[in-house]
């Protein structure tokens, strides 16, 4: 796929996601993911801080940018929000 992943990441102000943008198709698309994703499926410790989560999004990049470029497709028009369904084997939600 066409996208380009950013870097530029934060966690939001309640602490619950990462929120981010990727550039796809020539748009740019805002995203997130939630804290739970990153324990979860991304070796993120439970309860870390901002530093240790924004770590974890990072070295998933690729699984990331992958899930976004998947529900993008399906739903051009809406901000991504990617949550545990959106990584389990199954597609079910967790």
């Keep these: 796929m066409d996208s ?27 995203c ?6 990153l324990e979860q499926h991304f070796w993120a410790p439970i309860g870390t801080n901002d530093t240790l989560l924004l770590k974890a999004y990072t ?17 051009p028009d809406e901000p991504i929000k990617l949550t545990a369904a959106d990584f389990s084997h199954y597609g079910l939600p967790e």
Excluded: M, Y
């Excluded at 380009?4 to 805002?30: E, L, N, Y």
């Excluded at 997130?32 to 994703?37: G, K």
């Excluded at 070295?59 to 399906?74: M, N, P, S, W, Y």
């Design 59 to 75: 070295d998933g990049h690729k699984r990331i940018t992958a899930a976004v470029e998947r529900k993008f497709l399906k739903v």
């Design 4 to 30: 380009t992943f950013t870097i530029d990441a934060r966690v939001s102000p309640d602490g619950k996601r990462v929120v981010f943008v990727i550039f796809f198709r020539g748009r740019a698309v805002q």
């Design 32 to 37: 997130s993911i939630t804290r739970d994703v």
